[in-house]
Nanobody, 127 residues
C-alpha cells in the first residue's frame, strides 16, 4: 500500500502546478483523500479534501479560488491544481487517505484520521 506524490517544483509567483497522488495497493475512490502542506518552521496545514462517499470537496480559505482538488478513479490518482501561486504557498505537499466514513471535517483537517500518507513533494514559489 502506497501513496506516491509528485508534480512539485520551482515556479514563479503567479504560475501554476498540478500535483498528483497515485495510490497503489488500494482503491482510493473509496477513501477520503486530502492534501496537506508544511512550510519550513511551520505546523502542518490542511489544504483540501474530497470525501470518498459522495465526492464532496472542501478547500482551505488560504487557497480558495486558486487551488482545486480532483480525482481520476480510472488512474487511481487524485490531483491538486494550483494556480496563481504565491511565495507563501512554498511548502512540502503531502497527500493522505482515510478509510473511515463520516469523519467530521475538523478531524479531517487535523490529520489524525488518516491511514496512509504520501512521501511529500516540494513546491517552491519564487522569482
Amino acid at each position: 500500500v502506497q501513496l506516491q506524490a509528485s508534480g512539485g517544483g520551482l515556479v514563479q509567483p503567479g504560475g501554476s502546478l498540478r500535483l498528483s497522488c497515485a495510490a497503489s495497493g488500494f482503491t482510493l475512490g473509496y477513501y477520503t483523500m486530502s492534501w496537506f502542506r508544511q512550510a519550513p518552521g511551520k505546523e502542518r496545514e490542511w489544504v483540501s479534501c474530497r470525501r470518498g462517499s459522495d465526492g464532496t470537496t472542501y478547500i482551505a480559505d488560504s487557497v480558495k479560488g486558486r487551488f482545486t482538488m480532483s480525482r481520476d478513479n480510472a488512474k487511481n490518482t487524485v490531483y491538486l491544481q494550483m494556480n496563481s501561486l504565491k511565495p507563501e504557498d512554498t511548502a512540502v505537499y503531502y497527500c493522505a487517505a482515510a478509510s473511515r466514513r463520516h469523519i467530521i471535517l475538523s478531524r479531517l483537517r487535523d490529520g489524525t484520521e488518516y491511514d496512509y500518507w504520501g512521501q511529500g513533494t516540494q513546491v517552491t514559489v519564487s522569482s
